[in-house]
């Protein structure tokens, strides 16, 4: 099971459709494959292991793999915990002549697949599949994979494995666009779930569980509750970085909570923010987030756009293939985001005004 985040609130859509997805596979016999989206971390510590666990409830057996796991049989064996040595079910026995008089049978390995190595087991299966946008780098999804990887979701879709498989696949939107470039029906919107921002209810449910379940804090919470989610906004990340810092100032306060103290916890949180866009923007040059600021963040407003729109301002500045290398860039550091077919935006609105106060 992944490492969960302690305090977990929110996000009861997505827990949701996943259960009735669950009962939707038994009832069906047929496999299911979803695409649940966000920010990395968020995924991994917050939603991974709710939905590891109901599925496991569910009589699933879980594992956690890898794009190349999708082709690579290799790769899929050593995730799935099997040895070296394969079935009688994949092996095949030829006879031939050995000697004067004598023949011989030997064993050979038939060859391995990851259609049958899913074939295994009949316990129903959930693959989580983790970093799925790397099936759009070329560099490791080879053409001659692409047939493998754009043929198994339909299996599963279809019962036709042999076991019940749940392929879960799960990272920011640069995943949806490498899925969605693959051409397979069975990566539409009726089968995608976005971890975007939680309610400010839950927020503050959150920096409330941090403050008096793990800080301790001696009093009533609510002012600093209320002035920890205004600062730090319902970007998960954000409101755990805040959240771990006023913990940590209370703790060693023996829960004692003070005016002075929470002007200190929320410019370090602040100070902690800043520094998760900087590194965000770190690979980048100056002149090139400058001018994406100016051309794609200061006209959007937060809004949505189109690759094509955003690429055509700085594409008369770097050319085509500079252009749309930074915008992949950007995709991949999670500073836009996928939110639909050919949609994008920048997912966290505190990022984007710092973004543009910084460098528009």
């Known amino acids: 099971m992944i490492g969960a985040t302690p305090y977990f609130h929110g996000r009861t859509d997505i827990l949701a459709d996943f259960a009735e997805a669950l009962s939707n596979v038994w009832s069906t016999g047929r496999g299911m494959i979803r695409l649940i989206y966000g920010a990395s971390r968020v995924w991994k510590v ?20 890898t794009g190349p796991s999708l082709w690579d049989a290799d790769n899929l064996r ?22 004067i008089y004598t023949w011989a049978r030997k064993r ?32 490791i999804l080879r053409p001659q994979n692409k047939a493998k990887v754009t043929e198994l979701p339909e299996l599963i879709h279809k019962g036709k494995i042999g076991r019940l498989v749940i ?27 976005e971890i975007g921002t939680l309610a400010l209810e839950d927020a503050q449910a959150v920096i409330r569980d941090w403050l008096v379940r793990d800080g301790r804090a001696k009093e009533d919470p609510s002012e600093w509750v209320n002035t920890i989610a205004k600062e730090a906004g319902v970007w998960p990340r954000d409101v755990h970085s805040y959240s771990v810092h006023v913990s940590k100032h ?15 916890v929320t410019a370090k949180g602040e100070e902690g923010q800043i520094g998760y866009y900087k590194e965000r923007v770190s690979d980048f040059y100056f002149d090139e987030i400058k001018h994406v600021a100016k051309s794609i963040w200061k006209t959007t407003s937060g809004g949505v756009f189109h690759r094509l729109n955003a690429l055509k301002p700085i594409t008369k500045i770097y050319g085509d293939q ?26 966290i609105d505190s990022m984007h005004t710092w973004l543009v106060d910084a460098y528009a």
């Open 78 to 99: 050593q995730i799935m915990g099997l040895d070296g040595e394969y079935s009688s079910s994949e092996s095949t026995h030829q006879v031939g002549f050995k000697g």
């Open 167 to 193: 392929l879960l696949t799960a990272e920011l939107g640069a995943a949806l666009t490498a899925l969605n470039n693959l051409d397979t029906s069975r990566f539409s919107e009726n089968n995608t779930s």
């Open 46 to 65: 917050c939603v991974a292991p709710r939905v590891q666990e109901m599925a496991i409830n569910k009589g699933f057996y879980s594992i956690y793999s």
């Open 322 to 347: 500079k252009a749309s290398d930074i915008f992949d860039r950007l995709l991949a550091k999670e500073v836009i985001a996928a939110k639909g077919i050919d949609e994008y935006h920048i997912p």
């Open 108 to 139: 050979v390995r038939a060859k391995l697949s990851v259609k049958r190595l899913l074939r295994e087991s009949f316990q129903p299966l959930l693959l989580i599949l983790d970093e799925a946008q790397s099936i759009g780098n070329k560099d």
């Open 250 to 264: 209370i703790k060693l306060r023996n829960g004692v909570m003070t005016p002075e103290g929470l002007q200190e």
